[in-house]
């Protein structure tokens, strides 16, 4: 009795270390401890916290679905979904969520970093370096990344009811992140930060402007750069002439949520 | 001895059954029960099903926020969601995710679903219906639903890498279903069904034709269709004008990922 009871104790104690462990794979490990410790879900609600929210994109995706079997199509995503996961959480940052083939990031939540906008900006550009490896390991020699920053305000907490949580961030700060990543795409290039991030970063950063005018959703202009180095660019086109246009509205930029 | 090695398991395994009820919060429980078995994470990966995707928009959720304190307007989210997401359930249907203002929900997928289609029109109905409700509890009046559906295949299983796991579907399917919000949005309807839906409902639904068209990412014209119920329009105007304009490609349909 005693014996088996002991026993049973070291395998019970085993289990809910292996559960957390495993849940950690979905959810904030911050979360779950809290949750073991508490055994209570967290208040629904949230604070309001500067952070820096990345959208991750792989380019090239739609294509290349339709010439891979399903099962292909998932093994190349959780390929590039891994490969960039180790970069965001080398660099402090949280993988908020999946959306279809892309990547939702944020840094300074839940966990506290030090200088966010640096921390962003590191792993964009080692994600970005990434690319000949994300190539090579999926074998889908056309892929491409395209990643957008933006920093400010944005709530932070346990979203949603009874039936479904999400700890995740949410506000315009997001909003504004995704439609810069169609900057991004408009100027061809695989990063685009806005000036919000801009301002967080060394001077030694060799920051390009690219755009300047007004996202929907926004009542004033904002400027968005690059970092001037070659393996920004998606294509090898002159990068003067890019430039030069960079100061003009586009009518391309649209976010629909 | 003996009495505290019981006595722990007994705490143990109320504290299992706890974290396993506390998570299925924020995953589906038949992932987390899986889990809880066999002490492993799912293969990565998945499988092509047959699924009803919906996207359910909080239509004029910006303009709100800009007038509400921070904590307000997650505590409007949260009641929009937990209304939302029990009738979603209640139809059989799974909450993938919140994203922003938005929930991404799916019948047939992971619990399979005799007629998903019927389901997630019959929750849809019910949702729209909320409405009033929505907006009392809130204390929001000129809050507003949009709801898209569509059927087909989409990848379903769990999708990621080490540091970040989430159970979810994707595909054309899913990006076809978000694009259709857009018509909903265009044309003033609360819901917006494709042909594929309309397809598997019964004869007796009163369906009506409000586009045609060939939506991005396509390569041949869908029709979407409404349920021709007055609560369905989300002005009172002429619903015969709106009609009669249905069969005209629209250029404001656009979603970017």
């Known amino acids: 009795m005693v014996v088996s009871a002991v026993g049973k104790v070291i395998v ?24 073991a410790r508490s055994e209570q879900l967290p208040e629904l609600g949230g604070d309001t916290r500067h952070v820096v929210v990345a959208f991750i994109d792989i380019v090239g995706f739609t294509k290349m679905s339709e010439k891979l079997a399903d099962q292909d199509v998932v093994r190349v995503v959780n390929a590039c ?16 969520k999946y959306i279809g083939d ?17 921390a962003a900006v590191d792993a964009a550009h080692e994600i970005i370096n990434l690319l000949d490896h994300i190539r090579q390991i999926t074998d889908q020699q056309e892929l491409d990344l395209r990643i957008a920053l933006n920093a400010g305000p944005v709530l ?18 997001v909003n504004t992140a995704s439609r810069i990543e169609s900057v991004a795409k408009d100027k061809k290039v695989r990063l685009a ?15 390009s402007e690219i755009w300047t005018g007004q996202l929907r959703g926004l009542s004033t202009d904002l400027s968005v750069y690059t970092l001037d180095v070659a393996e920004i660019y998606m294509e090898s086109a002159p990068k003067d002439a890019e430039r030069q246009s960079g100061q003009e509205s586009s009518n391309l930029v649209e976010f629909p949520r």
Request: hydrophobic share 35%; net charge positive.
């Open 193 to 207: 930060i806005s000036q919000s991030v801009a301002d967080g970063l060394p001077k030694s950063y060799p920051l």
């Open 12 to 35: 019970l104690q085993r289990r809910q270390r292996s559960l957390v462990r495993l849940f950690g794979h979905y959810l904030a490990p911050d979360v779950i401890k809290h949750m």
């Open 81 to 96: 979904f891994d490969a960039i996961g180790q970069s965001i959480t080398k660099h402090q940052g949280y993988i908020d």
């Open 156 to 173: 932070v907490g346990d979203i949603g009811g009874e039936h479904r949580r999400s700890f995740t961030v949410m506000g315009t700060t």
């Open 102 to 118: 892309a990547i939702m990031a944020v840094w300074n939540a839940p966990n506290t970093v030090e200088n966010p906008e640096k």
